[in-house]
């Protein structure tokens, strides 16, 4: 699949179907996730009506992770095998996932408050999910820093497979490290999902709806650095000729 | 059904998490819809100028 994007024409006539349907299904699964979580799903036993923060800030903390996997994954990609539409997908999914990582950040800090009486503890969970959040700033800024575009996209590839040492951190933070305010696994987990399927249904909408929201601007950024880059190209070709 | 429409206790949290997504990603969506303005502009331009 990756090899067969690979080609510029063939991303392009792809994207070209893939973002209005990316588009029209996060419009559709966020608009039904809305109605099932604000005003569908009961309040929790314990947590009340914070348990709807929950349909929020877990599928931006799953993005958050995965899309740091796959720009990972794309900078992999672009400084093993040099290929320019990795580091274009690459580049383009680090603001997508700084923002969501940043989402899942305050509204955590949100939902904290209530549920825990504080806005922020330096616990495992919470300070990895900062670094994570950092991480994308790092890549961000060093890409913005550095002038030449082929050590920018070397540099940032390197220190986004770097920073992958965090995903795992973050991940099994709740079972590695005891006693911490942030809860365990409620959904993956061997002996099933621990929350009622009347709060899951919600989550789980929400979760493809924020999903194929994050593809839908992923794949138009894509698609803007392309055609920036080719105008980059027909501007030196014309500086060069005069 | 009743959801947030009835009060109940927190609720402003929840809004305010609600508003704080609504923010973060609509601001997003306006910066792509911006990037790309740009870049189309900028293409368009050197489109023009090739032809010349």
Redesign the interface.
Known sequence: MISYLANPKRFEAFARIAIPVCGGLALLLIAAGLWFGLLDSPPDRYQGDTIRIMYVHVPAAWLGLGLYLAMAVASFVYFIWRHNLADVAATALAPVGAVFAAICLVTGAIWGKPTWTVWWVWDARLTSMLIQFLLFLGYIALRAAIEDERLAARSAAILAMVGLVNLPIVRFSVEWWDGLLHQGATVFRADGPAIHGSQLLPLMIMVFGFTFLAGWMVLYRMRSAIMSRKAGNLQRIREAKA | ?????EP????E??W???G??VL??G???A??LA??A???R??K???D??DK
């Open positions: 059904m009743t959801g947030v429409i109940g206790e927190y609720l949290f929840v305010a998490a609600y704080l997504t973060g990603v601001g997003l969506i910066f792509i990037e790309r740009l870049a189309s900028h293409l331009r050197e489109e100028e090739a």
